[in-house]
């Protein structure tokens, strides 16, 4: 059995995933040697700490009712750099301009030679070489699955399935949200304002959706591609980013009479990285709807392999990270 | 350009030859060779359709080598238009001039729009419209695709263009 001290810094709907599949997956984690043991949670407001593991079930609870996990007055880099932990699971908010919080978390936990698995994309979308050089300098595995379309396996499908081949370009959907508003206007003939209040409602869209519309999480997940796969130096500030909210009613009519519909589809290959609204072919297996994701990947060995699966979700993030966690430690 | 010909061969051997040799040897891209060997003319000749794709200005050029080497050309026609393409506009269309933004295409030479469907909701709405285009090859298509997004880029209208389907 090989015990593996962690920390899951940021406690969202994510980290909290985290914490609820580690307890269900426990056994089945034990049953292939593995002992994850969570020395410390950390949100915002504080931290709980145990060297002998922390109660991820009364953390959970705790979280629910008070807000936060613990009294503990440490912040997450704090927690990084002052316990001894082997693995950090960086869960915090992603801020696309800065990088936030979890630049530097992920900078400190490689100077302490700690691992990184990540669902967070902002530091990724804009310092994505300086953390892979850090990374390698210390010996650090650093894993981010989560961060590009959530349960469906892209990076890891491409690095590890498909080791070998040559990657000609990905296309695919990488925003469940305007895949989600743009289904719907189709199936009900209504505006983006409509379409994206229903959303909004159902919470598959924020009350500031900007970041989902404009195209510019799904070109944050491209540069993540890119320069993962592609071994571009890109930052998202890179990529030709054209949104989903000047998208007409009668557009999408106008396309489904000629056997397409709309959607919008993130492209990146070798010099090329744009996010835009696409005519995709009726029956085309990028042509999925609601809330899926979908990426195509075309490799000179393989030819062309789809995947598609729920792009969000709090279990579905945690699911890559307990994937990345896994293999880094099996 | 691709071109389909009807052309006649003497029934004695290597005239099929005298007939493809110009066609490689200008860099022409040959797609079927159909040989109707039991079907004689009253000539004698042996009729053969060809289809090939050849840059536009070297057309004569085989023709005279045909008809110098004594391969009939009894027809030679150009498939002008392969590509077929849709694109979607968003935006002021009308106001920005619409015929202008088709005589953009249609003036390349190489690609035309064929065919638009407009959709008007209201007085300042913006409309939509979906226009075909015909072009004579996949090259060609690409540029007036570009063409296209460097002409709604100036007049501000949201262009949606079809994905590469091509490796699926």
New interface residues.
Partial sequence: MKTIRASIIGFGAVGQGVAEVLLQKDENLKNIGLDIKVVAVADSKGAAIDPNGVDLSKVLIKKRTEGTVGSEKLTGLEVITNIDHELVIETTPTDIDTGGVGLPNMLAAFEHGRDVVTSNKGPLALKYRELAEIAKENGSNFKFEATVGGAMPIINLIRDVLAGNDI??I?GILNGTCNYILTRMMEEQASYEQMLAESQELGIAETDPTYDVEGIDAACKLVILANSIFDMDATYKNVDV?GIT???P??L???Q??G?V?KL?G?VKKDLIRV??????VG???AVGGTLNVA?V?TDLAG?VTITGRGAGSIETASAIISDVISIYR | MRVSMDIELKDIPGQLLLALNPISELKGNLISVVHHHEKRTPRGTIPVQLVFEIDHEKLNTIISRFEDSGVGVVRAGEERFLEHGAIIMIGHIIHTDIQDTIDKIDSTGFAEVIDLSLSMPRIEKPSSALLKIDAVGKKEMNDAMSLLKTVAKEKDLLVIEPIDTELM
């Fill in positions: 000609i370009s296309e054209t000047k998208i007409t009668e557009s009519m106008l396309a009479d000629d397409f709309v589809i492209e835009g609204p696409r005519l995709v072919p085309h297996p990028l195509s075309q062309t």
